[in-house]
């Protein structure tokens, strides 16, 4: 549901990621943020930033 708000928005979906990581599971946790980081390099910036821009 929060996905498809987003896009409502122009906001891809894509840029939103859900993972269930225990704390005790730190390289896990790491190796996510470094796979979602690489992905959003991808994607590049928000597109919907230039409607904020003045």
Do not use: C, H, Y
């Amino acid at each position: 549901m929060l996905k498809k708000s987003l896009e409502s928005f122009g906001i891809n979906k894509d840029r939103v990621w859900f993972r269930f990581i225990s704390a005790s599971e730190g390289k896990t946790f790491a190796e996510t943020v470094n796979q979602m980081v690489q992905s959003l390099k991808k994607l590049g910036p928000n597109p919907t930033w230039t409607a904020w821009e003045l």
